[in-house]
């Protein structure tokens, strides 16, 4: 059996780390001289309203031009980064130029020639990535001869973990991405992103783990300072290695098994030679999942609180990015709405395959999908619909409302800003430094 090589590095200092990690495993050894190169980071949401806490959340620029660095070092010229980012506005054309210049990409494009490319505004096309998972991807990540892939290192409370694989969903646009989200028991969330690198040019991935997040993919997660790097030219090797430093065995994370056997590979780690640190030295436990009550009907923080009267069903794998983003968001609202005396036996469904409980007074329907599903429905007694997709957050505040739950709009409507307030937990932590966020000059 061929074993594919992965590196595993102590982020120590700028450059020489990255640098390590690339030769460790011969990461590069495939690039043609001369190559479109195509760099896709992980900026799995972003605001213009607060400073909000990046680390585990956002690749570091740190890292993103260690690598920039690397391939003008082998002669390549023609490098762009792409990204297509989660925005609420999909007409927003002004917060992906903020990020990336918050981030420093215009810097670099300055600098080194680098291009930044807001995939929303470019071209998709059609891919056929077999097992009947047609999808529209990003035509300059198709059209380019080399992939660099950067995610961060973290879990995920859908797909377990959100690595090189899940990385590469910011590639296709947003229909394929509701797509992803199917009700289908069978061709569901893990069953579509496990073949996302099926079609992909040759490529090298480098997990970002100079910060860590537990419970991701957003900032709502706890972090750690890991100062580890994984590489690799194999994607599905990469994300093995990256998965056991987070705790799981490839085993254990549904859309790995998926992808290990669509390509006729173990689901263990036996066609995988390690090399750098030891695996079993640098792994640690991360949880992925958000704590539920037993018939998971309601988060675990809501049963402290003593809430009563409502059921706020855990999420499934048919939920979106955009529904999933609205979640603890919701969460906060209520539990801020909770004075002690119970609701008047209120559901709140999400994603595509909830139905509502016979016996219920009150369902609020989230998001269009759910509406969809359920709007013809004899068991609602009440039914409180938000259709919009993504639902609005003032449509979400009088949906709550309506169903008795008097939140304060600020929690939803102000959600931008109120992100800022999430750096408090970091203040007095000189090891969370927001200056891997940047380009030095």
Not at 152 to 180: A, E, F, Q, W, Y
Not at 209 to 223: C, D, F, H, L, Q
Not at 346 to 354: D, N, Y
Request: hydrophobic share 40%; proline share 6%; charged share 25%.
């Amino acid at each position: 059996m061929t074993k594919s090589l992965v590196s595993i590095v102590r982020y120590e200092k700028p450059l020489e780390s990255v640098r390590k990690t690339v030769d460790l495993c011969n990461g590069l050894d495939h690039l043609p001289r001369k190559a479109k190169v195509f760099i896709k980071p992980n900026i799995v949401m972003w605001t213009r309203k607060s400073v909000f806490p990046k680390w585990g959340v956002i690749t570091t620029s740190r890292v993103i031009e260690d690598m920039v660095v690397l391939l003008k070092e082998r002669g390549v010229d023609d490098i762009a980064i792409g990204e297509g980012m989660v925005l609420f506005d999909l007409k927003d054309k002004i917060t992906p130029k903020h990020a990336f210049e918050t981030l420093g990409y215009l810097d670099l494009q300055k600098r080194y020639g680098v291009r930044c490319i807001d995939i929303h505004d470019r071209p998709f096309r059609k891919v056929d990535l077999g097992a009947g998972v047609v999808l529209n991807f990003n035509t300059d990540i198709l059209d380019s001869d080399f992939v660099v892939n950067i995610p961060v290192l973290k879990t995920h409370h859908l797909s377990v973990v959100s690595l090189g694989i899940k990385n590469i969903k910011g590639m296709i646009d947003i229909p394929s991405r509701k797509k992803c989200h199917s009700a289908d028991p069978v061709k569901d969330l893990n069953y579509m992103i496990a073949r996302l690198g099926n079609k992909l040019p040759p490529s090298f991935t480098i997990l970002d783990g100079i910060y860590t997040a537990e419970r991701g993919p957003s900032v709502n997660g706890k972090i750690r300072r890991s100062d580890l790097l994984v590489g690799s030219a194999d994607l599905l090797s990469a994300d093995k290695v990256g998965a056991r430093l987070l705790g799981f065995e490839p085993s254990q994370v549904p859309h790995l098994v998926h992808a290990a056997q669509d390509r006729a590979r173990p689901s263990d780690m036996s066609d995988v030679e390690i090399v750098g640190l030891n695996i079993e030295d640098e792994a640690s436990s991360y949880d992925y999942d958000f704590p539920y009550n037993e018939a998971k009907t309601l988060p675990g923080a809501m049963v402290k609180m003593g809430i009563q009267g409502l059921d706020f069903r855990k999420y499934d794998l048919s939920i979106c990015t955009y529904c999933a983003g609205l979640y603890p968001l919701i969460m906060a609202s209520v539990m801020q709405a909770w004075n002690g005396e119970p609701w008047d036996d209120v559901e709140i469904l999400t994603g595509k395959i909830m139905k509502p409980t016979p016996g219920k007074k009150k369902s609020i329907l989230i998001g269009k999908c759910m509406y969809q599903a359920n709007k013809e429905n004899p068991d609602i007694q009440n039914m409180i619909a938000v259709k919009g997709c993504p639902p609005q957050p003032k449509a979400l505040v009088k949906a709550l409302q309506d169903a008795g739950i008097k939140v304060d709009p600020v929690f939803l409507e102000k959600w931008e800003e109120n992100m800022g307030f999430l750096m408090r937990k970091y203040e007095g932590k000189p090891e969370f430094d927001e200056s891997f966020f940047r380009i030095p000059t």
